[in-house]
């Protein structure tokens, strides 16, 4: 008997919301295509026979999915399901066929018509398939689609979610799999899963384990195969080391004399430079790359675009003068020499390579387009590489019809913004507000910049976890997202959790500080100021006293960690504004207390580097916390730091006041 749709639309749409009860789940799946029952499993898996030559026999591609299939109904229903391989005798009972079995594929259920990673969910008799369009390399780059049809069955079916990573597989304390006895799918279902993107990656190591299903439940995977080096190729593929002694000509001429900067500001006139960096792109093609980047060296400015004279006549880019690339300005004097020269290797590469794809970096000089030529051509996939969402879309807007799409090179959590350094600068809201844009503007990329994008799982959590789930439907509510985490992570005290990162999160949405025209602690006490900091501290001290689970108690402190950065800095500004105005010896004495929590804190910290095994599967980013609380990255700090610098060196005063001196000189 096929499930009511009704009913299920309903337990649908509850588990978008939010984790569901293992006793609703097992209400509304009891009937249909039965896999589990009575916590016995009554399904068998299929896969394909082994063959050499055929490209999807692979352990990232057959062995991943199967093993995450068997490993996840086992933890929530205790059933162990039992595969087989095609060629033996098929059991009685219902089958679920993972990847491209000839059972799939005599039923009719293929990945032919599917495209990046995205997959099928598929049932047809007693068969449930699980089926996507998959790579053929051993390795996390390539299209993973039949591990995306398997995560997406564990979080659709049995509500397991992947929230806080965790690089120990043997200790995954960060995701949440609900218990239940029984394990069924509508006998009806026909589910295609699309790919909103051809990647999404950071700068570092992915903050998911590769290795794990939750890469790609939480939208990490790179479904094509790209060669990237940050966006800049132009030093890779033309280095000084190896041209500028026979031909220093290949290099841009700045003040009358050929430059050999390592970054290697090349003449893009210069036709043997656009040969060699033809010949370069080519090479990558022919090794199999379906994207291959183009782009000027980084740092690319009016002080090292080349000024010979065949550069300048070709365009009125030196009327910028010395400016930062207003974009307003930008556009009416573009850098013609270098986006002619691109314009030149991407035509040719049309005519060796019209299948692959020339990912254009769109940065600095080259961010307006052409006023020569209108368009790049259908080969062209533009990387956009601005820090503000605004000026994004400004520059998405100038380029629209000039290129096929558009990736993205976000700046989203850097430290080096000062001062809110490591804490939240990205909130679930405007998190969805760029991912939509993104979903609704051919933007098919995303590429995380400015260090590691997962340093504060702490309080930034919520906004790591709702950005991955967006990224696999930009329809999803954020709000619901921040309570699915908050549920998922913090249990019994979920609700409590979830208001306190309502109040985080609001106050960033709600206050806009011009940067620019205020003083940097000033700024940090903006949204920070300590009576908003006490508030927090009462939410988050009111769940303390309520957990009663280890896992709860685990994450909470965790979070205590991160939060007590906040408390100690703002509390430590505010002191020492209020000593500025009134100086006398009790506020001082408030400011020593201050800096002496501060220093507590951070000694705290700094003691957690001697439990490396523990950091890694129950403190995901504690060594960047470390290293931030410092002056620098250099090394993993262990040693007393009282006095000196943090936050990378922009918090200076009142660390290293003197005290005893002041309290001394102050009645």
């Known amino acids: ?121 598929v049932v047809k008799g007693r068969t449930l398939f699980l089926i996507g369009r998959d ?142 960096m033809l010949r370069e792109i080519r090479k990558l093609f022919d090794e199999g790359y379906d994207w291959v980047q183009l782009g000027q060296s980084d740092g690319v400015s009016y002080r090292n675009v080349c000024q010979c ?12 003068g010395k400016s930062n690339f207003p974009l307003a300005k930008l556009k009416e004097h573009p850098c013609e020499r270098i986006l002619l020269a691109h314009k030149w290797i991407v035509d040719e590469c049309r005519k060796s390579h019209p299948d692959k794809t020339v990912h254009l970096l769109v940065y600095q000089p080259t961010r307006m387009p052409s006023k020569i030529f209108d368009t790049f051509g259908d080969n062209v996939i533009a990387e956009n590489a601005i820090g503000n969402f605004k000026m994004f879309k400004y520059v998405n807007e100038a380029w629209k019809g000039k290129v096929r799409g558009f990736t993205a090179y976000i700046y989203w959590e850097t430290t080096r913004i000062k001062p809110l350094g490591i804490l939240t600068k990205l909130t679930p809201s405007s998190a969805a507000d760029q991912i939509r844009y993104f979903h609704e503007n051919n933007v098919v990329g995303i590429y995380y910049c400015g260090g590691r994008f997962g340093r504060n799982w702490g309080l930034w959590g919520p906004v790591y976890y709702t950005l991955s789930r967006l990224m696999g439907d930009p329809d999803r509510d954020p709000d619901a997202m921040v309570s699915e985490y908050c549920e998922g992570v913090y249990g019994e005290t979920g609700d409590i959790m979830k208001s306190f990162f309502d109040l985080i999160y609001n106050r960033m949405d709600g206050i806009q500080v011009n940067q620019d025209k205020i003083a940097m602690k000033d700024h940090f006490l903006a949204y920070y100021p300590p009576w908003v900091v006490w508030e927090l501290e009462q939410l988050l001290v009111k769940a303390e006293q309520t957990a009663t689970t280890s896992k709860s108690k685990h994450w909470l402190k965790f979070t205590r960690d991160y939060f007590d950065y906040m408390k100690t800095v703002s509390n430590m500004f505010a002191s020492e504004k209020n000593y500025q105005a009134n100086p006398n010896r009790a506020n001082l004495l408030m400011v020593k207390e201050s800096v002496d929590a501060f220093e507590d804190y951070r000694t705290r910290i700094i003691a957690y580097s001697s439990e490396m095994k523990y950091n890694n599967r129950n403190r995901p980013g504690y060594t960047l916390l470390n290293q931030y609380l410092m002056s620098d990255y250099n090394k993993l700090h262990t040693e007393n730091v009282r006095g000196t610098p943090a936050a990378l060196g922009w918090i200076v005063e009142p660390l290293n006041w003197d005290f005893d001196k002041l309290l001394a000189a102050t009645p």
């Open 135 to 276: 790579g053929i390399e051993n390795k996390p780059y390539t299209p993973r689609g039949t591990t995306r049809a398997v995560v997406t069955f564990l979080e659709t079916y049995l509500g397991v979610r992947w929230l806080i990573p965790s690089w120990d597989t043997d200790f995954p304390e960060g995701e949440f799999v609900p218990q239940t006895t029984a394990l069924a799918v509508p006998d009806d279902l026909q589910r295609t899963v699309v790919s909103k993107f051809a990647y999404v990656y950071k700068e570092t190591e992915p903050y998911f384990n590769p290795s794990s299903p939750a890469h790609v439940a939480n939208n990490s995977n790179t479904s094509i195969k790209i060669w990237t080096v940050g966006g800049h190729s132009w030093d890779v593929w033309v280095p000084v080391g190896n041209y500028y002694k026979d031909h220093p000509e290949y290099f841009a001429l700045i003040d009358g004399k050929r430059s050999d900067n390592a970054l290697n500001h090349l003449c893009p006139s210069n036709p043997e430079v656009r040969n060699i």
């Open 1 to 121: 008997m096929a499930i009511n749709n009704k009913t299920l639309k309903c337990c649908l749409q509850f588990c978008a919301m939010g984790l569901m009860s293992a006793a609703l789940f097992t209400a509304n799946t009891a009937s249909g295509l039965s896999l589990v029952e009575d916590g016995k499993a009554v399904a068998t898996i299929v896969i394909p026979e082994p063959n050499d030559s055929d490209p999807h026999d692979n352990w990232w591609i057959l062995g991943m999915p199967v093993g995450y299939l068997k490993d996840y109904v086992r933890k929530a229903t205790g059933a162990e399901l039992k595969v087989v391989t095609e060629g033996q005798p098929l059991p009685d009972g219902a089958l679920v066929s993972v990847g491209h079995t000839k059972l799939a594929r005599k039923a009719g259920v293929t990945a032919d018509d599917l495209k990046l990673d995205s997959c099928k969910l």
């Open 309 to 320: 004279e065949e550069c300048e006549k070709l365009d009125t880019f030196s009327e910028m």
